[in-house]
């Protein structure tokens, strides 16, 4: 059979032949001739005559080959166009500063009534956006930085909070600085209200930004940073769920005019940079498998490292020294009467995590100050401020895609090579000793050449974030 199916092929070829001044050029052409389909790849023999291979598609991953002289006779036939494949640089995108910073301040996003206040005055609440210039890109990542204070004090315009932010957006990110409302009495009831009016006001930031069509935010990439409070509150934005609020919460000391309903997330977060925060309810870590970077002393004096209470650490110089004192003692022999509940920092933050394998990456250090970016003269340690924005770009960089491009050849059809492209944006493909029969954004059909030296299927291109991939199949 096989025979008689060459004696065909033989014929059909020469029946294509015509008289002409010139050979066929060398190269690979496409044939196809009734049910006869393959590749003809024309070269010279030893003695300089015109030979030929055709590979012929049988529908398997390998074709049947017969050898062809073609005695100075030339085919019309289709020359066999290479698809376009190179491989695509990522620039270092999100990693490294690549783009000039654009600024925008005082951007309202919500605004609210304090029942507290005896004229009821409405106070704004506001954010300034950092965004990348001339990025050219489709859709970005966007990171909410949220300053620290200890729900007291402490401003989105606060100098590590804007430099940080600035990096960022160099990287590639919409950078999101947020005010969030601050202030309350020494009771946990007070204070439980305070984290939740911040989780509020985080929440509501984002679904704010996520309507603003010109920053391009891609709101499968929605990443959390914060120090001190800013870090309570970011943790809280990617695990805090409805059914984990205290009982406590006074919905009635606050009342929002025109953002606020209860936390209406409408978005996942998708890792969290902790920068000495905590959390005060360790079972909302088992809401979600979010990846976390934390920083934090092993001694800080404000935010416990491992278990224990806010601002039980060593008292410090401008501290009531009074008052602090009166607030250790009754957090030793009446725990209940302590302002803030029991808090779990870094240390057990990460060991949660990764018991529930989650990916969690846990920074201590032996320095005895709670804000790690400031020396004890108060100036900024550039060098580890620094170090701490390189390690979170890396530890968010590599957790931009959820599903990473993985190349696979369909076990029912060894012809076909198929990728996940949920994320994927462009892709090219290249096949080594075969030929592309067809393709789409996802899928190649190839044919492979049993004379090649070597046989594997690539494919390389841009995710929707902006970082590209390559993989490759050797067959």
Known sequence: MRNRLSFLVIMALAGLMVSCSRSVEPGLYHFRSGTEDGFLRVGLDSLGREEAVFYRNTGSLWADTTHL???????????????????????????????????TQDIVYGRVVRNTSSDRETED???????PRNDRADLRPLMVMLHGGGFEDGDKRDTTVVE??????????????????????????????????????????????????????????????GMDAGAITALNLAFMREENLPEVIQENEDTTVVVHQPLMRGFDVRAVANLWGAVTDTSILHNAAIPV????????????????YPYDGPVEEDTDFFRAALEALL???LPDAHPFRKMF?????????????????LHAYDAERHDLFYL?????????FDSVKEMTARFFSSRMETSPVSLRQDPEDLQVFVINDTEV??????????????????????????????HSVSVSGVYSSGLTFFETVDL
């Not at 609440?125 to 965004?131: G, N, V």
């Not at 892709?427 to 049993?450: A, H, M, N």
């Open 331 to 333: 957090s030793i022999f």
């Open 345 to 361: 920092g870094a240390g057990i933050i990460d060991r949660i995590l990764k018991s529930g394998h989650v990916s969690s990456e």
């Open 125 to 131: 609440l506001m954010l300034d956006i950092y965004y």
């Open 69 to 103: 002289v073609l005695d100075g006779k030339k085919l019309s036939l289709k020359p066999y166009e290479v698809p376009e494949f190179r491989m695509f640089s990522d620039r270092d995108l999100y990693l490294n500063p690549l783009f000039a910073v654009g600024e």
């Open 425 to 454: 944006q462009t892709c090219l493909w290249k096949v080594d000793g075969g030929v592309i029969l067809g393709k789409s954004s996802d899928t190649i059909r190839v044919l492979l050449f049993p004379d090649a030296p070597e």
């Open 164 to 225: 940080w932010c600035r990096h960022f957006a160099s990287l590639g990110y919409v950078v999101s600085s947020v005010n969030y409302r601050q202030g309350y009495r020494r009771t946990v009831e007070s204070t439980d209200d305070a984290l939740y009016r911040a989780l509020k006001d985080a929440n509501a930031s984002v679904r704010f930004l996520l309507k603003r069509d010109s920053l391009l935010i891609d709101r499968e990439r929605i990443f959390a940073s």
């Open 376 to 384: 004890e003269d108060g100036t900024i340690d550039y060098p580890f």
């Open 293 to 308: 970077i934390s920083f934090q002393s092993r001694n800080d004096p404000v935010v416990p490292y491992g278990e224990g």
